[in-house]
């Protein structure tokens, strides 16, 4: 193991601050993971589908991608590829210098870690460019001159006064350590930089091949922003990301936040097909798509493929034990580099995107407990993958070539020594017998304890002492012994195994998710309670009226909170005579985005029942930012339009063809900073839904 990494665990180890942001990680995300599986009956089997889906498209990426990018240029966005980092840095840096050649350009990012790996920000700022993160934990590590930690909540390292006395120092506030305090602070201080900003740039979550569109998942809503109010918009994208179909997109929604964040859906998900187009009155009048390749097409040829189908939910780290007890920093290369990906999946992409010699020690920093495994919602062979680089098979795969393992003479001489013996039973047998004799003779403890000092392995666990008698003598035995007693193979068996893990389903719910949903009292199994317990759970209103009673209700709402100018669709897109009567009852009616309104009136495609989900589509009159700038969202949902899931509404035609759509499931929110729930971060804090019966 390097020096470098050694130095770096061990830090990490004796951080306490570290320690007790990583434990609240872990715990609350994975059992968030766990209760969030548990609403869905076939989990098992529909990660078996994901994992069929993500194998199809790695199989024939070829054919998905001149689909998808067939559709994409149709629609009018501009495609790039990027075979390298280099390429996919000169290709933004292009775009940028060309649409504001003089003064000084601002870039709002969403979060997207493959901006990390072509090492985006630093390019940026060497060229006179101000790249802006806006996700809020990402904007923290920006703050703070470092890298994010994890792959979706890139301060997990930190605590509340650490943030606290960060934002004291670099913006000037005084410091707290109220959680929304600061979520606030910064709130107003990036608004500025999504309105001033000349380019938004983003990743993509997935294209999908059938329909060319770009779908961007995010919980506060800093992902729309910059994919809508800057004029330009460049989305970076991996060549893998690809699902084939809406059907398949749909699958992929369910499981990827479910296993990130433990909620059934993630706030705000973007679907982009456009830039602007005639008559609309919001979008970026330009979109770019840039296809970064960067060692993706490499590593299809090597034994490590299967790490494309990672769809990054992060799910792999909170449930590795190293993982748990290291943090993110930890894993670094050699020359005490950052892995950009760290974790199970980072020891992997790190060793086959940027070298074994550099990162190929990462894949030992594993248990092989294979709870990476379990936790992937693509069902993803992580231990397999662990053990292919440190066997050194990280290189496309040819007969002449044998593959180096990546591991110490020392390793290599025991493991060859391991083969034979576990290929020889009764070989194995008498090694087993004298290594368990051993410790038992040759001070029993004092052995075990000096081996770390001599191999550094287990130095912060117990390594188990060798049984003296092999498991074949003692099941041998012990069937002899049970002959008598009528007792089963399968009963001994079940005694040996360990409880299944299915018994810890029962979990506290996680702070992203709500408090656990069903139908209403009554009992009446309609669409329209599933969908309002749904979207109550997550924190917004449902109020059921007669279209007589709309307008009453919204004008009754907007007193209440003393709001005399409102934001709205234009009247085709709301029900007949609606804003006349707001206007009659003395409040202002714009269609132009305007940030400084508290209120936004849209109305709603459809809705969707099990996730209490809205979908709203972009259009002429009907401004998408409507949804998005002001602190509350009113929107008007037809009785007749919930439908009962995701899948039905993507075969609606408007859906498809529409330049954006938005799903909205409840107010924003993060939980980025020690994993407290914060509603209305970048997006509306609430969000009341008016169904017209
Ligand atoms: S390997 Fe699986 S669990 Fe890990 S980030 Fe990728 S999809 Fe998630």
């Given amino acids: 193991m390097p020096n470098s990494f050694h130095k770096a665990i061990k830090s990490a180890l004796a951080d306490e601050n570290l320690q007790a942001a990583l434990d609240g990680n872990a715990e609350r995300r994975t059992q968030g993971r766990l209760t969030a599986f548990a609403s869905l009956p076939d989990a098992q089997a529909m990660r078996q589908r994901a994992h069929a889906v993500r194998a199809e498209v790695i199989e024939h990426l070829d054919r998905y991608l001149e689909q998808f990018l067939t559709q994409v240029q149709a629609h009018g966005i501009v495609v790039h590829q990027a075979a390298d980092a280099a390429q996919a840095v ?15 350009i601002t870039l709002a990012k969403s979060k997207t870690m493959l901006s990390e790996e072509i090492h985006l920000n630093h390019a940026l700022e060497q060229a006179g460019i101000r790249p802006v993160e806006t996700d ?19 301060a997990v390292h930190l ?5 606290g006395q960060l934002f004291h120092e670099k913006l000037g506030v005084p410091y707290t350590e109220e959680i929304s305090e600061m979520t606030n602070t910064a709130r107003r201080t990036l608004r500025q930089a999504f309105l001033g900003a000349q380019i938004g740039l983003s990743g993509v979550n997935f294209g999908v091949a059938e329909t060319g569109t770009l779908v961007l998942m995010t919980n506060e809503g800093n992902g729309r922003m910059v994919t809508t109010l800057p004029p330009v918009h460049i989305a970076l994208m991996g060549m893998e990301r690809l699902v084939p179909s809406l059907d398949d997109l749909a699958l992929m929604m369910a499981l990827l936040p479910r296993a990130g964040t433990g909620q059934k859906i993630t706030v705000y998900v973007s679907l982009i097909h456009s830039p602007r187009r005639p ?24 034994p490590l493929s299967e790490v494309l189908y990672c769809i990054r939910c992060g799910a792999c780290l909170n449930a590795c034990p190293v993982f748990r007890e290291i943090g993110g920093h930890a894993y670094v290369g050699k020359q005490g580099e950052y892995s950009i990906y760290p974790g199970p999946v980072g020891a992997v ?69 391991f083969s034979l013996a576990a290929t020889h039973p009764r070989l194995f047998g008498i090694a087993q017998r004298l290594a368990g004799l051993g410790g038992k003779l040759a001070a029993p403890r004092s052995m075990w304890m000096r081996l770390p000092a001599l191999t550094g392995w287990g130095a912060n666990k117990d390594i188990p002492r060798p049984a003296v008698r092999p498991f074949h003598a003692r099941w041998k035995a012990r069937r002899k012994a049970d002959a008598g007693g009528g007792r089963s193979q399968a009963a001994f068996i079940r005694k040996m195994l360990p409880p299944s893990p299915e018994r810890s389903l029962a979990a506290p719910p996680s702070p992203l998710m709500g408090e656990g949903v069903g139908l209403r009292p009554d009992g009446e199994n ?20 007669l279209e007589s009673e709309l307008a009453g209700r919204i004008l009754d709402l907007l007193m209440r909170r003393g709001i005399q100018s409102v934001m709205a669709w234009d009247a085709r897109g709301l029900p007949r005579g609606l804003l006349e009567v ?34 709203i589509p972009g259009g002429a009159g009907r401004p998408l930012t409507a949804s998005l700038l002001p602190e509350i969202h009113l929107a008007v949902l037809r009785k007749g339009d919930i439908y009962e899931n995701l899948s039905q509404v993507f075969s609606l035609r408007e859906v498809r063809e529409a330049s954006s759509v938005v799903l909205v499931s409840g107010p924003s929110r993060t939980a980025d900073i020690e994993m407290t729930l914060t509603i209305g971060v970048h997006g509306p804090g609430e969000v009341h839904v008016f169904c017209v019966g």
């Fill in 159 to 163: 605590r509340r006064q650490q943030v």
């Fill in 90 to 104: 000169k290709i933004i840096l292009d775009i940028a210098h060309s649409r504001a050649p003089a003064g000084p």
């Fill in 279 to 302: 008559g609309e009155s919001d979008g970026p009048r330009e979109r770019h798509l840039v296809l970064v390749d960067n060692g993706r097409s490499a590593i299809r040829q090597t």
């Fill in 526 to 545: 309609t669409g329209l309670a599933r969908f309002s317990a749904e979207l109550e759970a997550l924190g917004g209103s449902v109020t059921l009226c």
């Fill in 349 to 417: 992409l790190s060793a086959a995107l940027f070298g074994a010699s550099e990162f190929g020690h990462l894949a030992r920093a594993s248990s092989l407990c294979g709870a990476c495994k379990e936790a992937c919602p693509v069902d993803i062979d992580l231990p397999k993958l662990l053990l292919r680089v440190r066997a050194g098979e990280v290189s496309p795969v040819t007969p002449a070539k044998k593959a180096v393992p990546n591991a110490p003479r020392t390793l290599k001489l025991g493991i060859r020594a």
């Fill in 582 to 615: 707001l206007r009659r009852g003395g409040i202002s009616v714009q269609h132009e985005p305007d940030p400084s309104l508290r209120a936004g009136i849209t109305g709603a495609l459809a809705g969707v029942a099990e996730t209490g989900t809205l979908v």
């Fill in 136 to 154: 809020l934990g990402e904007y923290i590590v920006q703050l703070r001159g470092e890298p994010p930690s994890h792959i979706i909540t890139p």
